[in-house]
């Protein structure tokens, strides 16, 4: 099985609004990781297209999973 995971950094001091993209089939983007956040939303899913914040020198990752 493989994976197709999106990861965004923020070198700059300030935040950033990232739009997730589009990707092969109709999945949704699952957050895995948030260096800025202590505790991830249980079971945030981004569509395509929808906004996220990524804070000024953090790391977020998330993994294409299907619908």
Known sequence: ???VALIALNAHHDLVEFALPMAAGDGAWNLLLDTNVALIT???RG?????YDVAGRSLV?????PP
């Open 1 to 3: 099985m493989s994976y």
């Open 42 to 44: 249980p079971n945030y």
């Open 47 to 51: 569509n395509p297209g929808d906004r």
């Open 61 to 65: 990752l998330f993994v294409l999973t």
